[in-house]
């Protein structure tokens, strides 16, 4: 029978039945995800965001991690990313 079922579907009754969330909040909740799932309309855009980062003596996980993942999103020219070194003594610049 999951063969047969699109991904879209699949993911949908998984999050509805399954979801380790659900065991927690209780199935109350369950026609608040129906109408969100039905009723809410995704944005038709695209909206800028801006990440602010405030850092001391972390710049190396920061130059090889997070700024390599930011660059690897699909829409990276939406990410303004501010970056706020609280005199940091691991890197010169």
């Given at each position: ?5 699109p991904i879209?579907l699949k ?5 509805v039945f399954?979801t380790p969330?659900?065991k927690?909040?209780g199935?109350?909740?369950l ?5 969100a799932?039905v009723?809410?309309?995704?944005p ?5 965001i801006?990440i ?6 972390r ?12 660059n690897n999103?699909?829409?990276?020219e ?6 706020e070194d609280?005199g940091s ?5």
């Amino acid at each position: 029978m999951k063969r047969w079922l699109p991904i879209a579907l699949k993911q949908w009754l998984w999050q509805v039945f399954k979801t380790p969330q659900r065991k927690i909040v209780g199935w109350h909740t369950l026609w608040t995800d129906f109408k969100a799932a039905v009723f809410l309309k995704q944005p038709s855009s695209l909206q800028p965001i801006t990440i602010c980062i405030g850092i001391k003596d972390r710049n190396m996980p920061l130059l090889h991690h997070v700024i390599p993942s930011l660059n690897n999103c699909n829409h990276p020219e939406l990410i303004t990313l501010s970056i706020e070194d609280a005199g940091s003594t691991d890197l010169q610049n």
